[in-house]
């Protein structure tokens, strides 16, 4: 019995322990699981609900998009028909411009063949009259007669009344040629008696004092200001060179800074000027202009067929003394001595932008338009007779009223006829402009 009661009171325990410890969480659990699921079907009806709502969202958009999709269809239909339509149109109008074009296109071809054709026939012509002069000037007297030919045209030419101008004049404005021709009429009472020894001298310190003013600038353009104190400057004048240049040369300076010039270069350009009349007014008193003369335009006949010399003697970056040892070697090769030499001497070693050729030919210039003579430049194919010389020598004289001197260049390239340079006047009669203006006037 007491087992029993044992037992009993075990199992009460035992419940009372379930009931108070295990219960109530199970319970809780259970209420948990109980919420869990009421929630599960709240959002599974809710879902439910949805999915029906989505279901008529989505027919009624199937709706919408296959009476969209049927619109459309008629709409590109519609323009498919109005496309292929305006494309038809289109190919019309293309078809009758290419027809036209194309049309356009075959007669610029027609004219471009027969401007070729005509090219080719005009050169071909030319080409073959050029072989038959050539062939024809071959012969001496056949040469003599296009030079004699020529002669005769020139002397229908009216005399010309241009006022020709060479050298250094030709470049001066208005100022400074007047002074120019001041200081060359000073030059000529200074220089009228000095003698051969007092020339050279006067030559020397001219082209010294070139190079002083080459070298200050400052001063150069102090001595050509343009203002009316034209005293101030002969007294700077006095004041530097007094006692230290001959008294000819001060006074020649004193003209000079007397005047009024157009730029600094021009007043350097005068000095140097005075300077060559010097050397060539020793030529004069020791009669040998002409042998000066011949051996200048002879010196720039080797500067025209020798370029790299040119360029070595006018190249300003190298040394001067360099040059002018050159210079010498090509002096005594050439024949070239005496006043025509020193001369030439005094002009590279005053280059000042141009080219050496261009300074001798207006040295040579110089040395013949002292004589009031002008210089004709005249190419030829050969050499002229001395009849022809003199022809053409009347002939130029009577056409621009002054003495002319012919410069001949034998060129064989002129073919036949003459090539005549006075001044900035050029009177082509050669056989080979003529041909070349034949070239130039065919059909393009």
């Not at 079907?41 to 439910?48: I, K, T």
């Not at 619109?71 to 290419?98: H, K, M, Y």
């Not at 053409?392 to 009577?398: D, I, Q, V, Y």
């Not at 003495?403 to 082509?428: H, R, Y």
Request: charged content about 25%; hydrophobic content about 45%; overall charge negative.
């Amino acid at each position: 019995m007491s087992t029993f009661i044992g037992q009993l009171i075990g199992f009460a325990v035992i419940v009372f322990i379930l009931w108070r410890y295990v219960v109530p969480p199970v319970r809780t659990l259970m209420q948990k699981q109980q919420d869990a699921v009421r929630t599960a079907l709240a959002e599974s009806a809710e879902a439910a609900r949805k999915l029906a709502d989505a279901d008529a969202i989505h027919a009624k958009a199937v709706a919408e998009a296959e009476a969209e999709a049927a619109r459309v269809t008629g709409e590109a239909r519609q323009d498919s028909e109005r496309i292929v339509s305006q494309l038809q149109e289109q190919a019309g109008v293309e078809a009758e411009r290419l027809k036209a074009q194309g049309a356009q296109q075959v007669q610029l071809m027609r004219q471009q063949l027969i401007r070729q054709l005509r090219q080719g026939l005009g050169q071909e012509s030319v080409e073959k009259a050029a072989e038959l002069v050539k062939s024809h000037v071959a012969d001496p007297d056949a040469q003599a007669a296009t030079v004699d030919r020529f002669l005769d045209e020139l002397d229908q030419m009216a005399p010309s009344s241009v006022v020709l101008e060479t050298g250094v004049s030709a470049r001066l404005r208005a100022a400074s040629r007047a002074a120019f021709d001041a200081l060359t009429k000073e030059f000529d009472e200074v220089a009228g008696n000095l003698p051969a020894e007092g020339l050279t001298r006067l030559a020397d310190e001219l082209s010294s004092l070139v190079g002083v003013l080459v070298a200050e600038p400052t001063l150069t353009r102090h001595l050509t200001a343009h203002n009316d104190d034209s005293d101030a400057k002969v007294r700077l004048v006095d004041r530097l060179f007094s006692g230290k240049v001959d008294e000819h040369t001060l006074k020649l300076l004193r003209t000079a800074v007397s005047q009024r010039w157009s730029a600094e270069a021009d007043f350097i350009d005068g000095i140097e000027h005075l300077a060559r009349l010097a050397l060539l007014k020793r030529a004069d008193i020791e009669d040998q202009v002409d042998e000066v003369e011949e051996q200048l335009f002879r010196f720039g006949r080797v500067l025209d067929a020798e370029p790299r010399l040119t360029a070595l003697l006018s190249d300003y970056t190298t040394p001067l003394d360099g040059r002018i040892a050159l210079l010498d070697k090509v002096i005594e090769g050439a024949g070239v001595d005496g006043t025509a030499a020193a001369l030439l001497r005094q002009t590279i070693g005053h280059l000042r932008g141009e080219r050496a050729d261009e300074a001798v030919i207006d040295l040579a210039e110089l040395a013949v338009a002292r004589r009031g003579e002008v210089v004709a430049h005249v190419r030829a194919a050969t050499d002229l007779t001395d009849a022809q010389r003199a022809r053409l020598g009347e002939l130029l004289t009577r056409i621009y009223g002054h003495p002319v001197s012919v410069q001949l260049n034998v060129d064989p390239e002129v073919l036949g006829g003459l090539a005549i340079t006075v001044g900035d006047e050029v009177i082509d009669g050669s056989i080979a402009s003529r041909l070349a203006a034949a070239r130039t006037q065919l059909p393009d």
